[in-house]
């Protein structure tokens, strides 16, 4: 049996196959890490992968489970079959991932069998997508925030806020321009035990084939991806890239972080202490880019208010419990900010139209 080990917001998943292919893709976001960081491990839950052996007609289907959801990408809109078998055993059937789910977490134990006729790199985008789900129901207590995030010299610069706010474009110019490391596409954790620490949270990098189109590397990077060039590939958007800034209109491209790492030649890094909370909005409304200080004496509801909106505090849209574990406890965003305070991180408002991006190296030197 070969085994590989993912680490997810202090879960270590253990995986083992006796077929290694399908870990290529796991490698496509754990090994995109730097490496001289690692999260401490709370709790570890063994995986173990093997092709399909089991009589469908010794299962009785029992309902329909949501397992994830998405808006922007119809496809990533999947269900599950739980199922009830033999010894009163339960299992998740996912039809379309061609995979079966069975977990003894009294045991740290998660079974997940495979049909012979998926590819390895769909296989272990599966087994991503599974562990991703357990450990974001199983972190310890702290608060997830949507926010792409860059380590700086001076330390984390986090971009917090919903989608269509200019994140991950925010991202890629402070890479692409001011030497950042990229540390987090979409969410971050910040942990209650070590408040001013943000957790990197694996996840794709997610970009209009616009913002493709503004960088040379990316681009070349996507038409590799389109002709077969990476071994973790999992999706076909086509060699056309429109020059399209608005996700909602079909252009919206994901890519593992390996991919984001080769491009620009910059690894990711798993943990980091935070300097600088921004709360962006990039739209073409704005004709003179504005950073604005937010002093926590003065606007501390505001922040607070803001913080509370992008935070998965009170449900999660996405990553739905169709394992049956409870939703985490969390922290509040008003205890979040408080011990951001008291860490000494600065807040800013962030207004910019993406056409004024090259004005960013004399705001950035603020954070």
Known sequence: METFEL?????LFRCQAV???CFRF??????????NERQKTVKTLFVQIKSLDWDPGSWI????????KSSAMPEWNIDAVKMEGPEKRIAYHLPNRLIHVETDLERDRIGIRFQKEIQPAYLGEAVFHICRSYALYLRPLGILLHASGVKMEKGAVLFC?????GKTTLLLEMIHRFGGYPLCNDRAFLPSAEPSKIISWPGYISMCEGTILNYPSLRNAALEYENGVYPYKTAEYGKEIRNIFDKRMGTKRMYPMEWLQTAMGKPYIEECEIRTLVFPRVSLEYVEPELQPLDPAFYSQEITALMEEASFALNEDAFLPWHGLPFPPTSTALAAFDALVAAGVRFFRLRISPLQLNRLEKLSLQF
Not at 61 to 68: G, Q, Y
């Open 7 to 11: 680490r997810i917001l202090g879960t």
């Open 19 to 21: 077929d290694s292919a």
């Open 26 to 35: 796991l490698e496509s976001f754990q090994n995109a890490y730097a490496g």
């Open 61 to 68: 289907p029992l309902e329909t489970v949501p397992v994830h």
């Open 161 to 165: 806020g919903n989608s269509l706010s």
